[in-house]
C-alpha cells in the first residue's frame, strides 16, 4: 500500500535541499511534480521541477476534476494531479509531496492517513539570510516570504511531524528515519509476524 508523505515549509527553510536528498537516499519513493500556471525560473525544467501549464489548460483540469489539491497562490495556480498517486500505487512506491500548508490541508483533508512533515528553520534571522543568499529575489519579495513564513509556521501543530532544520546531516537523517519508520508501522503486523508465528507453528 503506497504511503503519501506531504512535507511543507517556508520558503527558504531547506525544503527542496532536504526532498532531493531523501529521494536519493531512501528506495522505493516517488516524487509528485506539480503542477503550475507561473513560468520557469533559472534552470527548472518542465516535467521535474514542475509541470508548466498555461492558465487555460490547468482551469480546464480544474474542470475535470484532476486535482486531489490545488491552490493559487500569487496569481499562479499549483496543483497535485491525482494521476501521480495512480501512477505510485502501480508502482508499488510511496509517494512524496512538496506542496504548501494550504495544499496540505486539502490533501490530508482527502488522504486522512498521509504523513505529514512541517520543517523550518532555527529562526528568522535564519531564514531570512537564507532567502537573501540565493539572491533570487527582490526586497519585496523577500519581505512578503518572511511575512508568510510567520503565517504558515503558526500551523506547524497540524503536522504529524515537525523538523528544525539546524545543520543538513542531522535533518536529513531525521527525515529518512521518519519515512523508516513509518514504513514499519504502516506495514500490515500479520504480514511481519506469521512468517515467525509459523516457524513456532501457531
Do not use: C
Not at 519579495?141 to 546531516?169: F, K, P, Q, T
Not at 542531522?170 to 523508516?180: G, K, M, P
Amino acid at each position: 500500500m503506497t504511503t503519501v508523505f506531504i512535507i511543507s515549509a517556508p520558503s527558504g527553510s531547506g525544503k527542496s535541499t532536504l526532498v532531493a536528498r531523501l529521494l536519493n537516499q531512501v528506495p522505493g519513493l516517488m516524487f509528485s511534480v506539480s503542477y503550475t500556471t507561473r513560468k520557469p525560473r533559472g534552470a527548472e525544467v518542465d516535467g521535474q521541477s514542475y509541470h508548466f501549464v498555461s492558465r487555460e489548460g490547468f482551469e480546464q483540469m480544474l474542470a475535470r476534476n484532476e486535482f486531489l489539491e490545488w491552490a493559487e497562490v500569487f496569481g499562479n495556480y499549483y496543483g497535485t494531479h491525482r494521476g501521480i498517486l495512480e501512477e505510485a500505487q502501480a508502482q508499488g512506491k510511496d509517494l512524496v509531496l512538496d506542496i504548501d500548508v494550504q495544499g496540505a490541508r486539502q490533501l490530508k483533508g482527502q488522504i486522512p492517513e498521509a504523513v505529514t512533515v512541517f520543517i523550518l528553520a532555527p529562526s528568522r534571522q535564519i531564514l531570512e539570510q537564507r532567502l537573501r543568499a540565493r539572491g533570487e529575489d527582490r526586497e519585496d519579495v523577500i519581505e512578503r516570504r518572511l511575512r508568510d513564513a510567520a503565517r504558515e509556521i503558526g500551523n506547524y501543530n497540524a503536522y504529524d511531524y515537525v523538523l528544525i532544520n539546524r545543520d543538513l546531516a542531522e535533518s536529513d537523517a531525521v527525515l529518512s528515519a521518519i519515512v523508516h519508520a513509518e514504513r514499519v508501522r504502516r506495514t500490515r503486523i500479520e504480514d511481519r509476524i506469521r512468517p515467525i508465528l509459523d516457524t513456532f507453528q501457531v
